[in-house]
């Protein structure tokens, strides 16, 4: 991925809620399958990391990312942009 393709999935990303909330069970199996699941369907999802997860944002981003083939846009505090080309029903277009 380019600086500029990741500017772009970063300024639509400012617009975005958080679809899921991680809380203090952390990465589970479950967490995975419903991140994989938003992310199908999606394309560019935000994820929270609540207070009570005592694990890193950005060690947690990575092995999300690496067990749902996506790449990581950004980390910024405790939210994590994640990012997947739909190739069936590619919503956005990256330039």
């Known amino acids: 991925?380019?600086?500029?393709?990741?500017?772009?999935?970063?300024?639509?990303?400012m617009k975005l809620d958080p679809v899921i909330n991680i809380g203090k069970g952390s990465v589970?199996?479950?967490l995975i399958t419903s991140?994989?699941?938003?992310?199908?369907?999606r394309e560019l999802i935000k994820i929270?990391?609540?207070?009570?997860?005592?694990?890193?944002?950005k060690e947690m981003a990575n092995v999300i990312a690496e067990r749902t083939h996506s790449?990581?846009?950004q980390i910024i505090g405790k939210k994590i942009v994640l990012y997947r080309h739909n190739?069936?029903?590619?919503?956005?277009?990256?330039p």
């Open 1 to 13: 991925m380019t600086s500029k393709q990741r500017a772009y999935l970063k300024s639509l990303a």
């Open 28 to 30: 589970t199996p479950e």
């Open 35 to 41: 991140v994989d699941e938003a992310i199908e369907k």
């Open 48 to 57: 929270g990391v609540l207070k009570n997860c005592l694990d890193d944002p």
């Open 71 to 73: 790449e990581v846009v």
């Open 87 to 94: 190739k069936k029903d590619a919503k956005i277009i990256l």
